[in-house]
């Protein structure tokens, strides 16, 4: 299995951006779905998830902002941001969320989101 997360960049804060994440040997639309992210220091953190009846969850620093979807022709779940902030600087990963809240795989590279101020 490979989760592949991309789309990240240097954006000012205000600006938006869309994360992307492909799976290959894994069917995203059996699965629960969800982007992480760890900012420098920082533990990583579940910011949205997206179960696979569409059930959705955002911590509460990016509701409002932040949007999960599912494309599931394609494969790809997706991360669209708007209203960027500085302290959502962070390294960004996806993962397919287990029974019980764990993550199914290994952690990717993950796309870094830099937003400027």
């Known amino acids: 299995v490979q989760l592949q997360a991309s789309g990240g960049g240097l954006v000012q804060a205000g600006g938006s951006l869309r994360l992307s994440c492909a799976a290959s040997?894994?069917?995203?639309?059996?699965?629960?779905v969800g982007w992480y992210r760890q900012a420098p220091g920082k533990q990583r953190e579940l910011v949205a998830s997206?179960?696979?009846?569409?059930?959705?969850h955002y911590v509460d620093s990016v509701t409002g902002r932040f949007t999960i979807s599912r494309d599931n022709a394609k494969n790809t779940v997706y991360l669209q941001m708007n209203s960027l902030k500085p302290e959502d600087t962070a390294v960004y990963y996806c993962?397919?969320?287990?029974?019980?809240?764990?993550?199914?795989?290994?952690w990717g590279q993950g796309t870094l989101v830099t937003v400027s101020r």
């Open positions: 997206i179960s696979t009846t569409g059930l959705i």
């Open positions: 040997g894994i069917r995203f639309r059996f699965n629960d």
């Open positions: 993962n397919v969320i287990s029974q019980g809240g764990m993550v199914r795989f290994l």
